[in-house]
């Protein structure tokens, strides 16, 4: 009762447990060895600030627990953090130069979230001490984009946890093409080896054989094997396809492909073949492709009004009818685009719209 401040939702201690999942009856405690020799074990699951003669007793409840020895009773700790509206894109303070803040002093909790920010932040101050341009990723190109983004212009209230339902393109973020969407840059930031390079550029062309390949072989339902046909697609093809898009189809996949005939008994697609993961990776690309050309298209259509960028001395009393509450969120968060700006929460995207009317004519009178 005496804590005040928002605890990780992901990670509730059993007295909050108790509280937030009381219709069940049964809770897993992971029992974990701390070491290969050692005769301490950490009771994974019960994380808690009870007072000492409560996780006594409560430890001695649990069946084949009840002789064991507390060595270090659990504690709650409270974080303090920093607000990460005070940070620019690139993860340095506004306030103070040259320092830049990552993991959970910017309000995030987890691995992941907290590795991300460090390689984040640990290559922008490089590039500053080079007086190279800063490293920044768009909400559609990394999770770490979306993430840094939304820290920086909406802050936090309770500790971030990065969840793909806070991408609005996560479609386009998937595992199967990360390296695709992330290789080039970080062989240019100097973080890719030169052999992860020369493999990812091979699997590259792999893929994009392949595809052509599938794009130039059209089939026939009139040439077909009927057999291999309904094996591979289960129904007639009423007419010419190429296997392209035929892949499409949600029952076909490129295994599949392989099995498709002519009536001479000759293979359509003939070997060499990708290997399995490359097969899956390519699978997915092109059931995806349609999906992800439409929001490309979309990204595209934003692009420029979301990397305009705001002036630091912009004067946002200036634009008028923009609500009170829009211009103090806008005073005090100061983003740098107008992207940043429609990523804080109460800004409008028709707000941008005057911002951007705003803008063009605060660049009309400087020029
Ligand atoms: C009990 C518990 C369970 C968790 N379980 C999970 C989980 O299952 N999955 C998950 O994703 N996340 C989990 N988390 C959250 C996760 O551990 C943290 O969010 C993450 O490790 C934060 O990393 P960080 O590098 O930002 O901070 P830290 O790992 O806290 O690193 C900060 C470092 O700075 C050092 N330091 C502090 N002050 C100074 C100073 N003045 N000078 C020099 N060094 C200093 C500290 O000693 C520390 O090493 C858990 C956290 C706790 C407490």
Redesign the pocket.
């Given at each position: 009762g005496v804590i005040e401040g928002i605890g990780?939702r992901?990670?509730p201690s059993i007295e909050d447990k108790i509280h937030k999942f009381a219709s069940k009856n049964s809770h897993h405690v992971f029992i974990e060895p701390e070491g290969l020799n050692t005769y301490e074990y950490y009771p994974n699951g019960i994380?808690t600030s009870l007072p000492y003669d409560v996780q006594v007793n409560f430890i001695h409840s649990i069946k084949g627990l009840e002789n064991v020895h507390i060595i270090r009773p659990g504690y709650a700790?409270e974080y303090d953090y920093y607000d990460p509206t005070h940070l620019k894109d690139n993860l340095e303070s506004k306030e103070f130069d040259n320092l830049f803040l990552?993991?959970?002093?910017?309000g995030?909790?987890?691995?992941?979230?907290?590795?991300a920010?460090?390689l984040m932040a640990g290559i922008n101050a490089v590039l500053k001490i080079r007086d190279e341009e800063p490293f920044l990723l768009r909400r559609d190109q990394a999770y770490l984009g979306v993430m840094v983004n939304d820290l920086i212009t909406k802050g936090v209230n309770e500790?971030y946890?990065m969840f793909t339902s806070r991408a609005e393109y996560r479609l386009s973020l998937r595992e199967d093409n990360a390296d695709e969407r992330l290789t080039e840059i970080g062989y240019k930031l100097g973080v890719v080896s030169e052999e992860r390079w020369k493999f990812f550029q091979e699997k590259r062309e792999r893929l994009a054989r392949e595809t052509e390949r599938l794009k130039s072989i059209w089939v026939n339902p009139g040439v077909l094997d009927k057999f291999s046909l309904e094996e591979v697609v289960g129904a007639e093809l009423s007419k010419e396809s190429q296997l392209y898009v035929m892949l499409k189809r949600p029952e076909v996949d490129y295994q599949k492909l392989k099995l498709l005939k002519t009536k001479d008994g000759e293979s359509l697609l003939p070997p060499p073949y990708l290997s399995d993961e490359d097969a899956e990776t390519l699978t997915t690309k092109v059931k995806y492709s349609g999906y992800e050309d439409k929001q490309k298209a979309e990204v595209q259509k934003n692009l420029e009004k979301i990397e305009t960028v705001i002036p630091e001395d912009f004067d946002y009393d200036s634009a008028k009818g923009l609500s009170f509450e829009i211009t103090q969120k806008l005073k005090k968060i100061k983003p740098r685009t107008l992207g940043e700006a429609l990523n804080i929460s109460g800004v409008t995207p028709a707000a941008i719209s005057i911002l951007l009317v705003y803008l063009k004519r605060y660049r009309g009178k400087k020029e």
């Open positions: 990780p992901y990670c994380s700790i990552a993991g959970q002093v910017n995030t909790t987890g691995y992941e979230e907290a590795a920010q460090g500790p946890r």
